[in-house]
């Protein structure tokens, strides 16, 4: 069976980690910077940046003379390359055999075995390029019989044809395409080069001597004479992203869109791994300190809208000290998960079809998982020990009182009894010596002078006196 | 036409229900003169039996704690019970819209958090949520907003004397207001055993006395 190659050419990546925190509308002058203490120079700029004439290659001060509002960022390579195996890992939705090829900040997907159930690769590409805009990352992808071709064809912008029609794509290609390093395009100008065909006509032992065995090899491994194993990235069950915002901001609702797209990213790399997650911490680094909050969810999940929902919820509440800096979304805690078939609707006869959860963690995410619950009895004959707060359906069967009152008042109030009338009692409750919580009482159910029937007690021990511990409505 | 409706399993008041008990897919209002003057019995067999059929009963900000007990003898089931905490008028009215639009089926029932009372336009997005779910809906409001319009497809007001709930109605689908029932106490309870009152705070604190119990709304939302 023939391989087909996708490979995914990050075009702009390090400043799109510099700028992927911004919506495009916002579109405010960014640039990239080398970083070099003597002369910096401008590696990369975005649109708006460029309108200004901030354009690569620029001496820093000058693209500051610009474009006073000018941000810049240096490059960071560490965090290139994990920005790259999150891809890596986020690519796994459409392949089973992913690879880095860290030179040119590309990613190498083998479709071949996917191929038909993913339609032809062409369009795969251009649906890869379209997803990972809407994660922040400009990219151009290709396709071809081998990945040296396909990284090929994602710079041309053409597809490359099967293994058997390679050579005759490739050598009317000029030498540019190869995109050398400039000595060697310059050797190979200089020695009357111009087009791929004439060097690939060239004897194989002189091709070599003269230009290094390094562009010979690369030239079999796009014709498929040298074998061209990758080494596949190796996902690792979690996930840690950070985006520095362009702009502080100050209000949540301006940390949507950032969050939403880390949050984007993950449900990418959880679909890539099969899994889901119950918990997504988020850290908004502050001027002076930093907030940590958690989504929970009740099931294990990889819905975005979902997750999108919740985090809305959470930001409504949340309260900003200072204006946010920096974003980092991590998920530590990858779960095998079982994905609903989808397209199975709820079944409005079934309640087991109708479940809670949903509402549940809307709820809570707003209120706080404290203010959403369920009650459940336990065996202990003192009313104010008799329940418990629980997570929902989580009750408990317990005894039957139906004589009681609907409503418990938390704490026992003292009263006097003289002021309500006695409408039925007594009723001896009597427990606790095994716990330390010995006690004897009598019920009575009693009215007040403006009409409401309430539950009294006389306690004998340990506290003696009247009390009023409950309402019957 | 008549409405979708759910009977109270009270058959004198299904009598005065105009769709022949309680709405579905709209919002009911129970105005209480004093809270507790049967007014949660009056949905109990309706909870009981929305929850035996997997339907969840949804109560927020209820003033105090239900007690278990007495809320299993009743027949209710716990396990589809769901209690939800807020800490003011705008939370609640929110929680109340997700629980009426968040699931399909079962009973919300909304004590309103808070002093300020919501805007008509806001008890019509409850009253919108509450179709949308198909279910029955019922926030408990204090007797003194009986002048205002409201956007509810009913409204109750209810007020007791030593034996007997007095149940008005003050706005039905297509029903004349005004018509009244009065429904003794000791039946209300189910056993029979006692009546079931519980008084909102018209007093005036000074008037209950320390010796009084505070039924202040909400008390449960100063615990910890």
Not at chain 1, 83 to 92: F, K, M, P, T
Not at chain 1, 256 to 272: K, Q
Not at chain 1, 302 to 331: G, M, N
Request: hydrophobic letters at 40%; proline letters at 7%; charged letters at 20%.
């Amino acid at each position: 069976m023939s391989e087909t190659w996708l490979a995914i050419e990050l075009t702009h990546l390090a400043l799109d980690l510099a700028r992927r925190a911004q919506a495009p509308h916002r579109d405010l002058p960014i640039a990239l910077s080398d970083g070099k203490a003597q002369g910096p120079r401008i590696l990369d700029s975005n649109p708006a940046a460029r309108r200004l004439g901030v354009e690569p290659g620029l001496a820093l001060s000058a693209a500051l003379s610009l474009a006073g509002n000018l941000l810049v960022y240096n490059r960071e390579p560490a965090a290139e390359q994990r920005a790259l195996e999150r891809l890596a890992a986020w690519c796994y939705q459409y392949s089973s055999a992913v690879s880095i090829a860290t030179d040119q900040h590309t990613l190498l997907l083998e479709t071949g075995g996917s191929e038909r159930l993913l339609g032809d690769s062409q369009r795969l590409a251009q649906q890869l390029e379209q997803e990972l805009l809407t994660l922040g990352y400009h990219s151009r992808a290709g396709q071809g019989p081998n990945p040296e071709a396909a990284r090929l064809s994602a710079r041309l912008g053409q597809p490359a044809p099967a293994l058997n029609a390679i050579s005759a794509w490739l050598r009317p290609l000029p030498l540019s395409a190869l995109d050398l390093d400039p000595g060697q395009s310059q050797a190979l100008e200089q020695m009357g080069f111009r087009h791929l065909g004439e060097i690939m006509r060239l004897p194989r032992k002189a091709l070599a001597r003269r230009l290094g065995t390094a562009l010979l090899h690369r030239l079999d491994r796009l014709t498929g004479l040298r074998p061209d194993p990758q080494k596949l990235w190796q996902q690792p069950l979690s996930f840690e992203s950070t985006m520095d915002l362009a702009a502080e901001a100050s209000h949540c609702q301006a940390l949507l869109f950032p969050i939403n797209r880390l949050l984007r990213e993950l449900c990418g790399v959880l679909r890539g791994c099969d899994r889901g997650i119950q918990s997504a911490h988020i850290t908004l680094q502050q001027g002076g300190g930093e907030e940590v909050f958690t989504l929970r969810l009740q099931q294990p999940s990889r819905d975005e809208s979902h997750l999108v929902t919740l985090l809305q919820e959470r930001l409504e509440r949340l309260r900003l000290r200072q204006p946010v800096r920096r974003i980092t979304l991590r998920a530590d805690d990858f779960i095998a998960f079982d994905a609903a078939p989808e397209g199975l609707f709820p079944d409005p006869e079934n309640p087991a079809s109708n479940p809670l959860d949903p509402l549940l963690e809307r709820l809570q995410a707003r209120l706080g998982k404290r203010s959403v619950y369920g009650l459940r009895g336990i065996a202990d004959h003192r009313p104010e020990r008799s329940w418990q707060r629980c997570s929902p359906q989580a009750a408990a069967h317990s005894p039957s009182m139906p004589h009681r009152p609907l409503w418990l008042f938390q704490q026992p109030r003292r009263c006097a009894i003289e002021d309500y009338r006695v409408l039925a009692g007594p009723e001896r409750i009597e427990s606790g010596w095994w716990d330390g919580h010995d006690c004897r009482r009598d019920y009575f159910v009693v009215r007040d002078s403006g009409g409401s029937t309430l539950w009294a007690y006389r306690e004998y021990k340990p506290e003696p006196g009247w009390y009023l511990q409950g309402l019957f409505s | 036409m008549r409405q979708a409706s759910v009977s109270s399993g009270l058959r004198q008041l299904d009598t005065l229900l105009p769709d022949g008990g309680w709405p579905l897919g709209a919002l009911s209002e129970l105005l209480v003169a004093r809270s507790g003057i049967g007014e949660l019995s009056l949905l109990l067999p309706l909870l009981a039996q929305t929850s035996r059929n997997g339907g969840w009963m949804i109560l927020i900000d209820p003033p105090w704690l239900p007690y278990v007990p007495a809320m299993q003898g009743h027949g209710l089931n716990l396990k589809r019970l769901l209690l939800v905490q807020t800490q003011n008028t705008e939370e609640s009215l929110w929680a109340c819209e997700q629980a009426l639009r968040g699931v399909r089926g079962g009973v919300v029932i909304g004590w309103l958090q808070g002093s300020q009372q919501p805007a008509f336009t806001q008890l019509r997005r409850l009253q919108l949520a509450a179709r949308h779910g198909q279910k029955a809906a019922f926030l408990f409001r204090d007797h003194q907003v009986a002048g205002q319009a409201t956007p509810a497809s009913l409204r109750l007001h209810l007020e007791a004397d030593a034996q007997r709930l007095k149940l008005t109605l003050l706005k039905g689908r297509g029903a004349h207001s005004g018509q009244s029932l009065r429904l003794r106490r000791d039946h209300l309870s189910l056993t029979g055993i006692t009546p079931s009152l519980t008084p909102f705070s018209t007093e005036p604190a000074g008037q209950t006395g320390a010796s009084r119990p505070s039924l202040s709304m909400h008390p449960m939302s100063a615990a910890p």
